[in-house]
């Protein structure tokens, strides 16, 4: 009834001669056709050479645990998780393998790899400030946080900074609203507040805030427009229509 591939392994033949359902129906074969095989024949990789000289090995030291693929009947290639441990029943001296697939574990880290990559290719090159937030912590903000408020990024991302100290004092009490209102998976719309610099200085920004996955959690990502030029032209033009009335 084990979820996991149990098998027994001669070392001598390599061939499994004892084995649970889990262990042949994983790699697609009947039990007739399973107990025909031996290690080679479902690890592609490896030579009967190789796979001895590793058994040798696992006795002498008594287990391993180790990754591989295995190749399934259709010819496909599996992910498979096993620790080995080697047993005597009765007078022989044989291989425990227990089996785990995690085919699809690596392929959502290998997916989850992609995406970040993906995410932190377009963040670097992008004209606006993203940073990333989990659980009140800043844990990758891109470069254009570094030449905008003068911290580094390990300064930014470092477990004692306070990202709090990058609001003005008069804009912090409605962060800290729109950040308990995301802990409470509402949305927060977009806002205008100031920035804080390393030197303090001030820069009005317009912040859009989303609620992403982080694993089995949640994480706020941030992305802080600089609309000094934007201010700075409002003021011009206002100051021409004053002078035009």
């Known amino acids: 009834q084990s979820p996991y591939g149990i098998s027994l392994v001669d070392p001598k033949t390599l061939r499994f001669v004892e084995f649970n359902d889990r262990a042949c129906g994983t790699l697609g074969y009947t039990r007739a056709e399973y107990a025909a095989l031996t290690i080679p024949d479902v690890r592609p990789n490896r030579t009967a050479r190789q796979v001895r000289a590793r058994i040798a090995r696992i006795l002498k030291t008594g287990s391993a645990m180790f990754e591989a693929k295995h190749r399934t009947r259709s010819g496909a290639l599996l992910d498979i998780e096993m620790q080995l441990k080697a047993v005597s029943i009765g007078n022989r001296r044989l291989l425990l ?29 992008s004209p606006n400030m993203i940073w990333i937030n989990h659980k009140g912590r800043v844990i990758y903000a891109n470069k254009r946080c570094e030449k905008e408020i003068g911290y ?32 409470s998976r509402k949305d927060v719309p977009s806002y205008e507040y100031e920035i804080l610099t390393k030197d303090k200085t001030r820069i009005p920004a317009i912040i859009s805030t989303k609620l992403i996955r982080m694993g089995s959690s949640w994480a706020i990502l941030g992305i802080v427009t600089d609309i000094s030029l934007l201010k700075r032209t409002q003021r011009s033009l206002t100051e021409t229509a004053r002078q035009l009335e």
């Open 97 to 125: 393998a227990i089996e785990r697939d995690v085919t699809e574990t690596r392929r959502a880290e290998q997916a989850l790899r992609e995406s970040e990559e993906k995410f932190r290719n377009l963040a670097e090159q």
């Open 152 to 183: 580094t990024t390990a300064e930014i991302t470092s477990p004692t900074f306070n990202f709090m100290d990058l609001v003005a004092p008069e804009y912090r009490a409605l962060t800290i609203r729109n950040f308990k209102m995301h802990r």
